[in-house]
């Protein structure tokens, strides 16, 4: 199986910083990568597709980069709103995510 | 618009068998190329895929609960199903029906139901 380390596991941050997270993969899963937010209470929602793909509707502060083992998900200006957890999920084989990383405002 | 709900006991005792169902409204649950997944959450942890189904009926799961899981599909009333046997304690967890769209190479879980939280306890 494929492994996903997804790293912070917390952050805190405040309103207006920038926001970086990190996935590694055990192996090269090309651009195999999706992101989801997850908001207390509520079903993730998917952000970044195929590792750099915005998903219909999601904020333009919000990305993705990556190929191979090492991924980045980036919110370029946090606001009130992007308080949840975010989770990398890899498709390369079946379908794992990573630990996720909840993110507090400072 | 897709939606799916989960259903189901919402407690079962140890040992014995967790059975969920989810109904897809908004579309055809045999139209397009996508696969019906379950996935669970324990309180305060990460999110852990357990299988999918196909419209055809193939199968993937989770290998660490592949010997306890079977999820099922009835395409005439628009559902997919999960079964777990020999639950434990650990089982307790917020379960989740997701459907994972297929578009060429692209594989992504758009829509998810709205979670159904299932205790295991006597």
């Known amino acids: 199986d494929i492994q996903m380390t997804q790293s912070p596991s917390s952050l805190s941050a405040s309103v207006g910083d920038r926001v970086t997270i990190t996935c590694q993969a055990s192996q090269d899963i090309s651009t195999y990568l999706n992101w989801y937010q997850q908001k207390p209470g509520k079903a993730p929602k998917l952000l970044i597709y195929d590792a750099s793909n915005f998903e219909t509707g999601v904020p333009s502060r919000f990305s993705g980069s990556g190929s191979g083992t090492d991924f980045t998900f980036t919110i370029s200006s946090l606001q009130p709103e992007d308080i949840a957890t975010y989770y990398c999920q890899q498709y390369d084989d079946l379908p794992f995510f990573g630990q996720g990383t909840r993110l507090e405002i400072k | 618009q897709v939606q799916l709900q989960e259903s189901g006991p919402g407690l079962v005792k140890p040992s014995q068998t967790l059975s969920l169902t989810c109904t897809v409204s908004?579309?055809?649950?045999?139209?397009?190329?996508?696969?019906w997944s379950w996935i669970r959450q324990p309180a305060g942890k990460g999110l852990e895929w357990i299988g999918r189904?196909?419209?055809?009926?193939?199968?993937n799961y989770n290998p660490s609960l592949k010997s306890r899981v079977t999820i099922s599909i009835d395409t005439s009333k628009n559902q997919f199903s999960l079964i777990l046997s020999s639950v434990t304690a650990a089982d307790t967890a917020v379960y989740y029906c997701a459907r994972e769209r297929r578009v060429e190479w692209l594989r992504f879980f758009d829509y998810w139901g709205q979670g159904t939280l299932v205790t295991v306890s006597s």
């Open positions: 189904i196909y419209t055809s009926g193939s199968t």
């Open positions: 908004g579309g055809s649950i045999t139209t397009g190329t996508y696969y």
